[in-house]
């Protein structure tokens, strides 16, 4: 095995320098889907199993590294290496506001709306729809994250939109269309849309209610009314998108409002954008700052209720952010433990060294106990769409949703950039060089951590849940419940987060500590009830008992490194 070879084992001659030994084979043509595990298992758990194939299909597509017409992998790099650039205005003078992407940014948006990564739980009749697609949008997600942003947006728009009955009617078809149509035209005519959206402003993006965009009613005004709207927004991503939800400040407060680029007579917008954001990632994407000159808008929903009616979207990319973290954490073990099990240190594989085996089954442990996480609350989404569709209020189903979306964004999005980091170094020298594609896997991510709701807003979304219903409480421990007497670790832990509500004067300062609490017992009761007994016992130790460290690397010995690893590992 090259992995092995002296140079003079070669048999090169002795003047040759360029002998490639002990370098990993590439990881060629691998199905992304069902060569994870701990995903596989993970959808069929929550009900998903008949989309299996479907998103073999897809793994094998992404995976896929000599594909005629390029592959998605190769499309990542390159809508990477080719940021997107602004343009303004035309020769004569005229604003444009056009955004020109490297043409394989279209291959991958194509891809993410022909597999229906945007739509599938509102076209489908499968109860399991949400979780269905949370499997496929997590494998998509491993040749290039960029993308993810619109194809999220444009699922997460659906369920606000629905607040405005015959907006939605109109523009629903069109966003959960399957062709993909990047001109600018009117989305009417090509029959498909693309969604984004524009809250934040320069003076506040978390407390959007300091927004100071306003919007005056051309008529009347109300629900579905005609708006006018002038202001800016300090972020608006995607901007080449149909359309955008904007809230906006009217006589009744902050509102929500639907604001076509393209006008349906084919004019332009008054949407201008200022320029494209430098960004530390991120970059197949494009995020930009925008003015409004007298845009003209629709209202969704009632007057003064902006934040409730795009707060249904939100909590959908908030769903997005943790599928994202999973995905990132997967793509780093794959590249780590490929690297290690082919690569030579000191007469061994690093694979079998047994500190880097500590690191890799540690990475592969919080990569399992954020996938576990992730389809679980995609289950939640299935639960609790179904209870809207009865008409039910506040059903388990929903409640769990609304706070373990909180709980989980917080967690895994800040798990993921170390995670991403400690995989990194684990390829040496080589992960901090772009073509490996690991510095590309460590910039993207910290940005779930920080949009739709950065780590403190998170948590204090907790306390808020919390506060609206306290019953939530009790179904999210209820939840945990299900493992009691499994794990005396797990039982301890979840004790003690009890004890942590009893002192409400502190819980603002306390809240990461204790959301952080609420995360490590559900990833631990989720584990302890379904995964094999070495992954659901290390987590216990490391993370719920007194033995992991603050690095990963710590765990206790005794685990059964092996066995962790064997089961996230692509074996190749
Ligand atoms: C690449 C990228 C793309 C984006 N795309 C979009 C987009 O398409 N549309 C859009 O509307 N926005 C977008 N955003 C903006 C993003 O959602 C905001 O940056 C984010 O919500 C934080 O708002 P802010 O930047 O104003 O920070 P601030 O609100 O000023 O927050 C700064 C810090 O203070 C903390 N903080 C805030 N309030 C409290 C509190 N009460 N207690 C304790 N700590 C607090 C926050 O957690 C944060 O760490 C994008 C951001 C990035 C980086």
Known sequence: MAGTMSRAATGDAPWQTHTVFNQAPPLENVDVFSTNLPLVEAVEREGAGSVRERASALGRLIGETNGVGGSPLEWGRLANENKPTLRTHDRYGHRIDEVEF??????LMRLGVEHE?????????DPSAHTARAAMYMTAMQAEAGFACPITMTFAVVPALRAQPELAAEWEPLLTATTYDPSSIPAAEKGSAI???????KQGGSDVRANTTVARALNGGGGGAEYEIVGHKWFCSAPMSDMFLVLAQTDEGLSCFLLPRILPDGSRNAFHIQRLKDKLGNHSNASSEV????????MVGEPGR??????EMVGHTRLDCVIGAAAGMRSGVVSATHHAAHRNAFGKLLIDQPLMRNVLADLCLESEATTALAM???RAYDEAHADVERGEQDSDAQLFKRLATAVGKFWTCKRAPNHAFESLECLGGAGYVEESGMPRLYREAPLASIWEGSGNVMSLDV????TRSPRSLEVFFDELGQAQGADARLDARVQRLKEQFSDPGTLEQRARRVVESMALCLQGSLLVRSAPAAVADAFCA???????????????????????IARSRVPV
Do not use: C, K, N
Not at 117 to 125: A, C, D, I, K, V
Not at 291 to 298: N, Q, S, T, V
Not at 463 to 466: E, F, I, M, Q, S
């Open 102 to 107: 490297h043409p394989a940014w279209h291959q």
């Open 291 to 298: 003015e409004f000159h007298g845009a003209w808008a629709r």
């Open 542 to 564: 490391a993370r719920l008992g007194a033995e992991g460290g603050l690095e990963y690397g710590t765990l206790p010995a005794g685990v059964d490194f092996e066995g962790i």
């Open 195 to 201: 969604a984004g959206m524009a809250m934040t402003e």
């Open 463 to 466: 306390l808020r849940a919390l």
């Open 306 to 311: 902006g934040v409730p009616t795009i707060i």
């Open 376 to 378: 679980r609350l995609a």
């Open 117 to 125: 990564l945007h739509s599938l739980p509102w076209t489908s009749e």
